[in-house]
């Protein structure tokens, strides 16, 4: 599997908490809900590749509307996330998550609740199929936190 992407490594100096405090203030600079969903869709746009022979239904992630695909790598006590989607503003949500959860050890991701969720306010401006997908994202993350702790 391919080493972390620079941005986890990067952010395993920080804590979750810290990482997600830096994206809601990261996201409060922009003015209006286009404009982020713009960075959404630019971070999504930064994704790392996904290799094909991934996207499988052992890797896909239940609950989302979009075709979501989630690979978890075990390396030295971490769990890196590999992801990707089918759809823009979701592969901009999955690279929120890779940020926040991935190259985490199980016990990080299991500690620290998603308050970004709420922080970027994606509660209320995500449609209720995306906040659905989203949290079913969230939800596998802490699955494969669990099974490793």
Known sequence: MPDAPKIEQENQ????????????????????WMDRYRHIIDLGQRLEDF???????????RGC??????VPEHKDGRIIFHAASDAAIVSGLIAILLRIYSNRTPAEIL??????????????????????GLHSMVQTMLKHAQAAA
């Open 13 to 32: 100096q920080q804590s979750i908490a810290e990482v997600q405090q830096d994206l809601i203030d990261e996201f409060e600079f922009l003015d209006d």
């Open 51 to 61: 290799p094909e022979e991934w996207m499988t239904d052992e890797f896909k992630v």
């Open 65 to 70: 509307q979009s075709q979501v695909w989630l």
């Open 111 to 132: 500690e620290t609740p998603p308050s970004f969720i709420e922080g970027l306010g994606l509660d209320e401006h995500l449609s209720p199929s995306r906040a659905n």
